[in-house]
């Protein structure tokens, strides 16, 4: 399915981007490092077990459909119209201030951490799979306000092209995302070269389903056990979270960074601060509101923002040729 796995190597200057405007100067400065990094001769050379570099998910691979997070949208299913579950209070006023976020596009201070909270009990009792064929089966629905794509498909094409092409020049690829862990790996399947045990997000505790209240190391796993989900939420991965699971689960630096809001500017800083490597940080602004949600005026303060840290913008308007596809139309 896809041109190389992740973490393959060998120099490949020959990649197409077919996707991306032909004077698009983001792409000009990624394939400049590239070039520049995978090249022993230059002093920025950087060996292939070093070659790292991360990706922020929702509005940086994958668009922010309604706009807001996937995620947010399947917590909204799920207690809204989800037949089989029944919600009680805590649960419903999450979803009510998600609706309300996706009729106004204003994101209350704390939903985030009450998100999480709520996102972690609405899918208790869940086993990892039977959680995976939830999110499969909701995102194979239509996108809300657009023809021509289901959830499943909602990435942005450029992007994909761009992990890609890291791969295939010895980077090895990783998902780093404020959204559920789990629900990252089965959005990305079969669309990112990116390995499973490379993706980063939101977790919540997972158990034995026979365990009940005794401690994990008090259990032993049984052959007609399965791993569920539970209601303790462990971490929301945005902002400095973000850079404590990448020390814990790297152990080293990445190199790129691509991210897309103030959630991913720790993530940024990370890559490009004190790295004994030549690194670069690279940011999308959702400037397009033709194809896809975007807000220029807001897009325009984070371009200006991200350039006084040296980050590279990347225009969603001016430099993708088609975000979703030429058969995919907003209505």
């Keep these: 399915m896809f041109s190389c796995l992740a973490g393959c190597s060998g120099k490949n200057e020959?990649?197409?981007?077919?996707?991306?405007?032909?004077?698009?100067?983001?792409l000009a400065e990624l394939q400049e490092y590239v070039k520049d990094v995978t090249d022993k001769s230059s002093s920025h050379f950087i060996p292939e077990e070093d070659r790292i570099a991360v990706f922020d998910m929702d509005g940086t691979v994958y668009g922010e459909l309604a706009p807001t997070y996937i995620e947010w949208l399947l917590y909204d299913y799920r207690v809204n119209e989800d037949p089989v579950f029944l919600a009680d209070d805590a649960e419903k006023a999450v979803a009510d201030q998600i609706v309300e976020v996706i009729k106004t596009g204003v994101i209350p201070e704390n939903l985030e951490k009450e998100h999480a909270v709520q996102n972690a009990r609405v899918y208790a009792g869940m086993t990892v799979e039977g959680y995976r064929q939830?999110?499969?089966?909701?995102?194979?629905?239509?996108?809300?306000g657009f023809e021509g794509m289901t959830y499943k498909q909602a990435f942005y094409k450029p992007m994909i092209e761009v992990v890609d092409y890291l791969n295939e020049n010895g980077f090895t690829v990783y998902i780093c995302s404020g959204t559920d862990r789990i629900l990252c790996r089965e959005l990305i399947d079969g669309v990112l070269a990116?390995?499973?045990?490379?993706?980063?997000?939101?977790?919540?505790?997972?158990?034995?389903?026979?365990?009940?209240?005794?401690d994990g190391l008090e259990y032993t796993f049984t052959s007609d056990d399965a791993v569920v989900r539970t209601d303790e939420f462990l971490i929301k991965n945005v902002k400095m979270n973000k850079v404590s699971q990448l020390a814990q689960e790297l152990g080293?630096?990445?190199?790129?960074?691509?991210?897309?809001?103030?959630?991913?500017?720790?993530?940024?800083?990370?890559?490009?601060?004190?790295?004994?490597?030549?690194?670069?940080?690279?940011?999308?602004?959702?400037?397009?509101?033709?194809?896809?949600?975007?807000?220029?005026?807001?897009?325009?303060?984070?371009?200006?923002?991200?350039?006084?840290?040296?980050?590279?913008?990347i225009s969603m308007k001016n430099d993708f040729k088609t975000i979703y596809g030429d058969n995919v139309k907003k209505r």
């Design 14 to 26: 020959n990649v197409k981007f077919e996707y991306w405007n032909e004077d698009a100067q983001s």
């Design 134 to 144: 939830y999110v499969r089966d909701y995102c194979s629905r239509p996108v809300m």
């Design 194 to 214: 990116i390995e499973e045990n490379h993706v980063i997000g939101m977790d919540v505790m997972l158990k034995a389903r026979g365990q009940g209240n005794t």
């Design 252 to 313: 080293k630096q990445p190199v790129l960074s691509f991210g897309n809001s103030s959630g991913d500017e720790s993530m940024g800083v990370y890559t490009t601060a004190n790295n004994p490597y030549y690194s670069k940080a690279f940011m999308l602004i959702a400037d397009d509101n033709e194809r896809d949600n975007g807000n220029p005026e807001k897009a325009l303060e984070k371009a200006e923002k991200w350039r006084e840290h040296g980050w590279v913008v």
